[in-house]
């Protein structure tokens, strides 16, 4: 490759990252650093979908979030149990990233076995692209982990690699920081500060049941239009733009149980 090449890419690479370290700095909620992520520095790899998670007491990981995923899909995801092997869960564990071709994730990780439909149809899409998991680590040990998924197979050299942890020391710096929405506050401050109505709470149950609002509103008795106004009031709350999010958030806080995760969608 000629050298000019070489300096413009360098340059191309640069100023993508420095631009998503300064968008960091605004705080921005997790859905919008996902996007900014993905239509920025990981643009380079052919980042079609990406997801940013958290851990919860080091017992599991809770997303935070998603880009460019059916929300179905990502909905199946929101939480991975540690003891659940993923390509997620194995990032955060092993403190490694891991790169494979889409089509060997069900091969090396037989439990997602039960999405694979959903991931025959990722395959199909990606085109034979690369399934990427990275860890975020903050003063030696994980606080998290994102993976995103590539349209293509990239040359996985160290410089890309090396690119790839100073994504993660950026997320690592914007989640432990005071003033980030992506951490994990303790649980009474939380509840405090949420006070959800028995109703709302009532509501994210069955929505985490995979139900619409037009069912909820048959099984609870009330009108689609009190329904949805509920809903809009607790993703005003917690600080999300979906119902799924919502749900992931109140999952997090152990606000409502958790129903089914990793199954598939009754019929």
């Known amino acids: 490759m000629p050298l000019e090449a070489v300096d413009q890419a360098t340059t191309v690479r640069v100023g993508t990252f420095s631009s998503f370290m300064q968008y960091l700095t605004t705080f921005p909620e997790p859905d919008s650093a996902a996007q900014a992520m993905s239509r920025g520095p990981l643009s380079q790899f052919g980042c079609e979908r990406l997801s940013i998670w958290t851990h919860l007491d080091y017992k599991e990981l809770i997303s935070i979030g998603y880009h460019g995923s059916d929300p179905e899909v990502a909905y199946r995801y929101l939480r991975l149990p540690l003891?659940?092997?993923?390509?997620?869960?194995?990032?955060?564990?092993g403190s490694t990233t891991v790169i494979l071709p889409v089509g060997e994730v069900l091969n090396r990780y037989p439990e997602l076995r039960v999405d694979q439909d959903a991931w025959d149809l990722m395959e199909q899409q990606m085109d034979n692209g690369d399934l990427v998991a990275v860890p975020i680590i903050a003063n030696g040990a994980p606080i998290g982990a994102f993976a995103f998924l590539c349209d293509r197979q990239n040359n996985w050299n160290l410089r890309n690699t090396a690119f790839l942890d100073g994504l993660s020391a950026a997320l690592s710096l914007w989640m432990s920081h005071p003033n980030s929405r992506a951490q994990v506050l303790p649980q009474n401050a939380q509840h405090a500060q949420l006070a959800l109505t028995p109703r709302q709470m009532e509501i994210l149950s069955l929505v985490q049941e995979r139900k619409s609002n037009a069912s909820?509103?048959?099984?609870?008795?009330?009108?689609?239009?009190?329904?949805?106004?509920?809903?809009?009031?607790?993703?005003?709350?917690l600080g999300v733009r979906s119902r799924e999010h919502a749900v992931a958030r109140c999952l997090e806080m152990q606000l409502i149980p958790l129903a089914r995760p990793?199954?598939?969608?009754?019929?």
């Open 216 to 237: 909820i509103s048959a099984h609870l008795g009330f009108s689609e239009s009190t329904i949805k106004q509920e809903l809009q009031r607790v993703m005003k709350r």
């Open 262 to 267: 990793l199954t598939k969608r009754a019929e």
């Open 83 to 93: 003891t659940l092997l993923t390509p997620a869960t194995h990032a955060f564990v």
